[in-house]
C-alpha cells in the first residue's frame, strides 16, 4: 500500500503519466486500423495532415482549448481522444491505488494498455490485432510465474533428483489459456455449423488467452461470464427490434422461451422446495429450453437474422472488473452458495 503521506503526489503523477500514454493508445490505434506506423510520422491532423503544434498535443487540454476543433482546418476532433485520455489515466490511478508501486502494477499496467488499444480497434472495426493479443500470453505466463498475483501454495513436481515446486499461479494460467482456447475455438466451430459463418473472431481467442495468463481461471470465467452478460445489454434489444419490425415471431417466442425455461432451474436451487420436485422441474424446463433453442437457431440460420456486434469490448470490460473486484465478487458467491 501507498504511504499515505505519499498518496496525493503519486496518484497526481500517475494520473498524467496515464493521460500521455492514453494518448499514444488511441493513436497506435487509429493507426492500426488505417494501416499506418503508430510511430512515425509524428502527430498530424487526420483530415487536412496538418502537422500538431506542442501546444496542441497536451492531453485533454488541448481538446479543450481547441474547441474540439483542428487549428488548421477547422474540422471537428473525434471525442475519442479525450475519452481515451482520460479512461486511461483513470485505470492507472485505479492499478497504483489497488496494487501500489509494484512489480505487478507495472505488469497490469501493461496489460491494461494493451486491453485499451483492442477496445479501441475491435469498437471501430472489428479488428483485434496479434501485436496487442498475443504479447499477453507470454506477459502473463511471467506474471504468474513470478507470483506476483500473490496466489498462495505451489505444486511440487518431482524430478528424481531435485523436486521443483511450480507456482499454483502459473498452473492456473496455464488452465485459464486452455479455457480460453476451448471455449472460443468451440464456439467458432459451432458457429460454423449451426449459421454458416464464425460468430466469433479468433481475435477473441487471442484476447482472452492473453488476459487469462494475468488472471487465472478462475477469474478468467468470471470475465467470460461478465462480459457474454455485458454483450446481451445492446444486443438483446436490437435481435427484438429487428425481428418484431420483419415479423420474425418464431424467432422472437422460442428465444423467449428458451431463455426463460434455461434460468427457472437457477430460481429452483435457492427454494425450499422438495429436491425430488425441484428435479423433475429442472429437468423438463431444461428439455424445453433445449427444443426451443434449436428452433431458435434454425430460424436465426435461415432468415440470416443473425446481428453481430464486436464481443471485444464487452469482454474487456468482464477482464477489467474481474481484476479489480473479480475475487470479492467470487468469495462474495460462494459464501452465498455456502448459505444456500
Same mark, same amino acid.
Given at each position: ?7 496525493? @503526489? ?14 499514444? @493508445?488511441?493513436? %497506435? ?19 487536412? *495532415?496538418?502537422?500538431? $503544434? ?49 512489480? *505487478? ?42 507470483? @506476483? ?7 511440487? @513436481?518431482?524430478?528424481?533428483? &531435485? ?11 496455464? %488452465? ?31 484476447? %482472452? ?5 494475468? &488472471?487465472?481461471?478462475? &477469474? ?10 455485458? *454483450? ?15 415479423? *420474425? ?9 428458451? %431463455? ?17 420436485? $425441484? ?29 453481430? &456486434? ?31
Amino acid at each position: 500500500m501507498l504511504d499515505p503521506t505519499l498518496q496525493p @503526489l503519486v496518484m497526481s503523477l500517475t494520473f498524467i503519466v496515464g493521460l500521455c500514454i492514453g494518448s499514444f @493508445l488511441n493513436v %497506435m490505434g487509429l493507426r492500426l486500423l488505417a494501416n499506418e506506423d503508430f510511430i512515425l510520422p509524428a502527430s498530424h491532423c487526420p483530415k487536412c *495532415q496538418a502537422p500538431l $503544434r506542442p501546444i496542441d498535443n497536451i492531453p485533454v487540454i488541448s481538446y479543450i482549448l481547441l474547441g474540439g476543433k483542428c487549428h488548421a482546418c477547422k474540422e471537428p476532433i473525434s471525442v475519442q481522444y479525450p475519452l481515451i485520455e482520460l479512461a486511461t489515466g483513470l485505470l492507472y490511478c485505479l492499478t497504483v491505488w489497488f496494487f501500489g508501486l509494484s512489480w *505487478q502494477t507495472l505488469f497490469l499496467l501493461f496489460l491494461l494498455s494493451q486491453l485499451i488499444v483492442i477496445f479501441i480497434t475491435d469498437l471501430l472495426d472489428k479488428s483485434i490485432y496479434e501485436i496487442n493479443s498475443l504479447p499477453l500470453i507470454p506477459a502473463g505466463l511471467l506474471y504468474s510465474l513470478l507470483n @506476483l498475483g500473490h496466489v498462495a501454495g505451489s505444486f511440487p @513436481l518431482d524430478l528424481g533428483v &531435485l523436486i521443483i515446486h511450480i507456482p499454483n499461479a502459473l498452473i492456473s494460467s496455464v %488452465m485459464a489459456i486452455a479455457v480460453a482456447y476451448i471455449f472460443f475455438e468451440g464456439m467458432i466451430l459451432l458457429s460454423n455449423v449451426v449459421f454458416g459463418t464464425e460468430g466469433f473472431g479468433h481475435g477473441d481467442t487471442h484476447l %482472452m488467452m492473453g488476459a487469462g495468463a494475468f &488472471l487465472g481461471w478462475p &477469474l478468467t470465467v468470471l470475465a467470460l461470464v461478465l462480459g457474454f452478460f455485458i *454483450q446481451t445489454i445492446p444486443a438483446i434489444p436490437m435481435l427484438v427490434i429487428q425481428w418484431i419490425k420483419n415479423k *420474425q415471431y418464431v424467432s422472437l417466442i422460442s428465444g423467449a422461451v428458451a %431463455m426463460t425455461c434455461g434460468t427457472i432451474p437457477l430460481i429452483l436451487m435457492n427454494t425450499g422446495m422438495p429436491v425430488d420436485i $425441484r428435479m423433475q422441474i429442472s429437468m423438463a424446463c431444461m428439455v424445453i429450453s433445449v427444443i426451443a433453442l434449436f428452433v431458435f437457431l434454425k430460424q436465426v440460420k435461415t432468415a440470416q437474422s443473425f446481428t453481430y &456486434l464486436p464481443l471485444g469490448p464487452a469482454l474487456i470490460i468482464g477482464i477489467i472488473i474481474a481484476l479489480f473486484w473479480g475475487n470479492d465478487m467470487l468469495a462474495a458467491y460462494q459464501s452465498y452458495a455456502f448459505h444456500h
